[in-house]
């Protein structure tokens, strides 16, 4: 299994500003995901963090709107910039351990 | 690009009455997945699904996969209010296990 931790687990940011989540595993993994879960909705996945490369982005999703970072294989961390009301939502990462995918506990971001 | 459509997207039940949520793709599944998240909660993985026709038991849910691995079910019997919550299936981008396509997810009221 695998221990995800995230934070903040919770923010209220104004609009045009920019906040970092921070998520970290317990155990080393080689890929780290990154989805949204916008309010009432289902998970849409992000982008891909890969350690010692540049993140893949799934369409719709821009490294200039949320660069990622992975600088080891425990923790990696995603900005939403130049945040938006539209960007209000849970973030969350994930790592996949023998085939079975895990969560972290979310940030939930409103921005005002 | 593969998708996985998920009905119904909302279920009252009374305590004790069974509930049933179903997914389905237009394409061939290599595998499938269960998520419950609780409210405010993150997703919690409860199975998966890999051979033509499986049926897996976890006390009162049960999890089908169909003979032509396009749909699946979830099925619960005598809800509890401990049920409550929403269920996800999802489905790996190009049949694997990591980058997963969420189910619009059906959402889970359990009146006592």
């Known amino acids: 299994s695998a221990v995800i931790s995230q934070k903040p687990s919770r923010d209220i940011c104004q609009r045009g500003t920019s906040l970092t989540i921070q998520c970290q595993v317990d155990?080393?993994?080689?890929?780290m995901f990154w989805y949204r879960q916008q309010p009432g909705q289902s998970l849409t996945l992000i982008a891909t963090?890969?350690?010692?490369?540049?993140?893949?982005?799934e369409s719709g999703f821009v490294i200039d709107k949320f660069p990622i970072s992975r600088p080891n294989l425990t923790f990696s961390t995603l900005t939403v910039s130049n945040m938006s009301p539209e960007d209000s939502s849970i973030y969350l990462c994930?790592?996949?351990?023998?085939?079975?995918?895990?969560f972290g506990p979310g940030t939930r971001l409103l921005v005002l | 690009g593969q998708q996985v459509m998920q009905i119904p997207q909302y279920q009252h039940v009374q305590e004790g009455e069974d509930f049933t949520t179903y997914c389905n793709s237009s394409?061939?599944?290599?595998?499938i997945q269960w998520y419950k998240q609780r409210p405010g909660g993150h997703p919690v993985f409860l199975i998966q699904?890999?051979?033509?026709?499986e049926v897996k038991k976890q006390k009162r849910l049960t999890f089908q996969f169909g003979e032509a691995k396009k749909n699946s079910s979830l099925h619960i019997t005598a809800t509890q209010t401990t049920d409550v919550g929403t269920y996800f299936c999802?489905?790996?981008?190009?049949?694997?296990?990591?980058?997963?396509?969420f189910g619009a997810g059906t959402r889970l009221a359990v009146h006592p």
């Open positions: 155990s080393q993994v080689t890929m």
């Open positions: 994930s790592v996949v351990v023998q085939e079975t995918q895990y």
């Open positions: 963090a890969n350690q010692g490369s540049e993140a893949t982005y």
């Open positions: 699904l890999v051979k033509s026709g």
């Open positions: 999802a489905v790996g981008f190009s049949g694997g296990y990591n980058k997963l396509i």
């Open positions: 394409t061939t599944l290599s595998n």
